[in-house]
């Protein structure tokens, strides 16, 4: 299996902050990667694929990076509706996972 | 518009079976491209994937689960069904369906269900 980890686990910013999140694989997924957001109580939402290919729809203040196993998701000027947990996921196998999650709060 | 909705009990006792059914809407489970996942929550914790069915009805397991598990569809009542034999205590999680779109984004999850949150519990 491929093990997903991300950094940091919580991260504590403030509205209009820049914000980077790190995901690794355990071995090389590119280009088959995706980051999603999740609100408390919510179903998570897909916000870029194939690392860097944001959805139709998401704010151009995200942006994905990275290739073989280090991605990052970036958040340019962070928003209040922006607070959230992400998870990156891996795709490059019939058995996709996702990493244990970073949780974005307020400062 | 594309809609997905868990379906099933709340509420199962330890080594009973738990079957779970995602109706879908706006697309269709025999569209080539398309397929559906099973992903589960547990209270507080990380998105942990269990299964997927394709289009041409190939299904993918997690190992872990796979002993566990069966994923099917009827695409006459656009449904996908989940079955998990043996559940304990450790299997308590919000469980969620998705959809994957094959000719555009790969084995990830564009449109969710809201989940059901399904407790082990006797």
């Known amino acids: ?107 | 518009q594309v809609t997905l909705k868990e379906s099933g009990p709340v509420l199962v006792k330890p080594t009973e079976t738990l079957t779970l059914t995602c109706t879908v809407s706006g697309f269709s489970l025999n569209d080539a491209v398309m397929g559906v996942s099973w992903i589960r929550q547990p209270p507080g914790k990380a998105l942990e994937w269990l299964a997927h069915i394709f289009s041409n009805d190939e299904k993918s397991y997690s190992p872990s689960l796979k002993s566990r598990l069966t994923i099917s569809k009827d695409t006459s009542k656009s449904q996908v069904v989940l079955t998990m034999i043996n559940v304990a205590h450790v299997d308590t999680a919000t469980y969620f369906c998705a959809r994957s779109d094959l000719s555009v984004a790969g084995l990830c999850f564009d449109s969710w269900g809201q989940g059901i949150l399904v407790t082990v519990s006797s």
């Open chain 1, 1 to 107: 299996d491929i093990q997903m980890t991300q950094s940091p686990s919580t991260l504590s910013a403030s509205v209009g902050d820049r914000v980077t999140i790190t995901c690794r694989a355990s071995q090389s997924v590119s280009p088959w990667l995706a980051w999603y957001q999740q609100k408390p109580g919510k179903a998570p939402k897909l916000i870029i694929y194939k690392a860097s290919t944001l959805k139709s729809g998401v704010p151009s203040r995200f942006s994905g990076t990275g290739a073989g196993t280090e991605f990052t998701l970036t958040v340019s000027s962070l928003q209040p509706d922006d607070f959230a947990t992400y998870y990156c996921q891996h795709y490059n196998t019939n058995f996709p996972t996702f990493g244990p999650g970073t949780k974005v709060d307020i400062k």
